[in-house]
């Protein structure tokens, strides 16, 4: 089952995204569309994100399959980081957003993980509407030597499933330095 107004919610959600620079190294496939834009900010119009960028993979239709993001922040010096707390926040806008928009999400607990190499913490979220499966999501979160850093992937039910050794070749690749 195919689900734009899913992937819209998403990329609606994940906000634009910004070049990287070289201290994050992320290696798309060649089929994957990449894409770059300014740093987020908010109302103030504060940079409230550093670094961001975000791939889709689309089917042979150009149906997106999955849309991954991952960004980095400067954390402000000696701030300590809750990151379940932070976690569970990310978790709460999504559902939140997805709710607004007709769609349930049923999330599994926030555990342990790894991301670039250092310790993270993780949920996966299954997203309903009308009782039907319609994508999956993961968020995943980390912390290191004063930056945060946030990756988020979601795909249609069928995607999801298809797509996911592809997503767990970027994450086993990814490369994140002080």
């Not at 319609?134 to 946030?150: E, F, I, N, W």
């Amino acid at each position: 089952m195919q689900c734009r107004a899913c992937f819209t919610t998403l990329l609606l959600l994940l906000g634009s995204p910004a070049a990287l620079a070289d201290d994050l190294i992320i290696t798309w496939p060649g089929d994957w569309e990449v894409q770059t834009l300014p740093p987020a900010q908010n109302a103030a119009g504060e940079v409230i994100s550093g670094l961001r960028q975000r791939a889709v993979k689309n089917d042979p239709n150009g149906d997106p399959l999955m849309v991954m993001e991952l960004t980095e922040s400067a954390l402000n010096p000696g701030h300590e980081v809750n990151l379940p707390g932070v976690l569970l926040e990310m978790r709460k806008a999504v559902q939140k957003n997805f709710v607004e928009r007709g769609f349930m999400s049923v999330c599994n607990r926030i555990h342990d993980s790894t991301l670039g190499g250092m310790p993270a913490v993780e949920t996966t979220c299954t997203i309903t509407q009308n009782g039907g499966h319609v994508m999956t999501q993961t968020l995943v979160a980390a912390t290191r030597d004063g930056k945060a850093y946030s990756l988020a992937y979601a795909g249609s039910a069928d995607g999801y499933k298809s797509v996911e050794p592809v997503v767990n070749g970027i994450r086993a690749s990814l490369r994140l330095q002080p």
